[in-house]
């Protein structure tokens, strides 16, 4: 398999799955702009307190009811957006009643495509996984193990074709700065070929952490969303980000104030460079 990357990590070329229940409205609502939305759904459970981290950390292991309305009311905010990023989603095992929440919310947004990363396997226990919901069918799909310690992982939707194509890539990083800067690293790299760049995630840091003393320092990146996203309950810092190249417009931004994980969702709808080209 080819190789683009000065480490020694294959490039994962992958399809994304295709949603037969889509119905004919499906495709994005606007052909000026795509919307964008990146949510830690904390595989469906609510945290409304740090107690909560111990009081119910048992939903962590075994079904519960809550979880399914949870996914519901999910599915129904990602109806209104085109592109969306998704982390500590559960890929099909004990405690999310063997559902592939990806899968799952594809089906309740009414998504084209889907594609499911999985980062830890742990069986019928748990099945950790980041996810990419699309209206726009991505011209190429690759899935990106992270370097530093396992169950980190990314992937990278390339949407249009050309010179005007937009890199965007879905991520949940790690909590230390060496392992994350080991990952933002690598995640450079694998845009470094693309004019136009959206990374959105989970990335455990602050902004100015990572436009400023990161190796995506050199991509000439913005971070126009500035508000708190974690812990829902009372915002106190910002973690979760959908960075995006200076050359990108952008038509409206904002965290929204949906409780329903222990992270906010972060939306941003932004200009597309070339309609012909998407």
């Known amino acids: 398999m080819p190789r683009r990357f000065s480490k020694d990590r294959p490039i994962v070329l992958c399809d994304a799955n295709h949603n037969a229940l889509c119905v004919p409205d499906a495709l994005p609502r606007n052909e000026q702009r795509i919307r964008l939305l990146s949510f830690n759904i904390q595989v469906g459970i609510s945290t409304s307190a740090y107690r909560h981290y111990v009081t119910r950390s048992w939903k962590h292991l075994i079904p519960h009811q809550e979880r399914y309305r949870n996914l519901e009311k999910i599915g129904f905010l990602l109806n209104d957006f ?3 990023a998704l982390q500590e989603a559960d890929g099909g095992s004990l405690r999310s009643g063997y559902i592939n929440q990806v899968q799952q919310l594809a089906q309740l947004g009414n998504f084209p495509y889907w594609y499911q990363q999985r980062n830890r396997n742990l069986g019928p226990f748990a099945q950790h996984s980041n996810g990419l919901l699309s209206r726009l069918q991505p011209n190429k799909l690759e899935d990106h193990p992270l370097p530093g310690p396992a169950g980190r992982g990314a992937i990278l939707a390339k949407i249009g074709d050309g010179a005007d194509a937009i890199a965007v890539v879905s991520m949940h990083l790690a909590l230390g700065t060496r392992a994350r800067n080991l990952q ?51 915002p106190q810092r910002c973690l979760d980000h959908i960075l995006i190249s200076s050359e990108l417009e952008i038509a409206n931004m904002a965290v929204l104030p949906i409780p329903i994980s222990d992270h906010l969702p972060v939306a941003m709808d932004i200009i597309l460079p070339n309609l012909n080209t998407i």
């Open 82 to 84: 085109d592109i969306v």
């Open 184 to 234: 933002l690293d690598y995640v450079r790299e694998i845009v470094s070929d693309y004019q136009h760049v959206v990374l959105m995630g989970d990335m455990n840091t602050h902004a100015h952490e990572l436009l400023s003393n990161s190796p995506l320092s050199s991509l000439d990146l913005r971070a126009p969303q500035a508000a708190a996203t974690f812990p829902s309950w009372k």
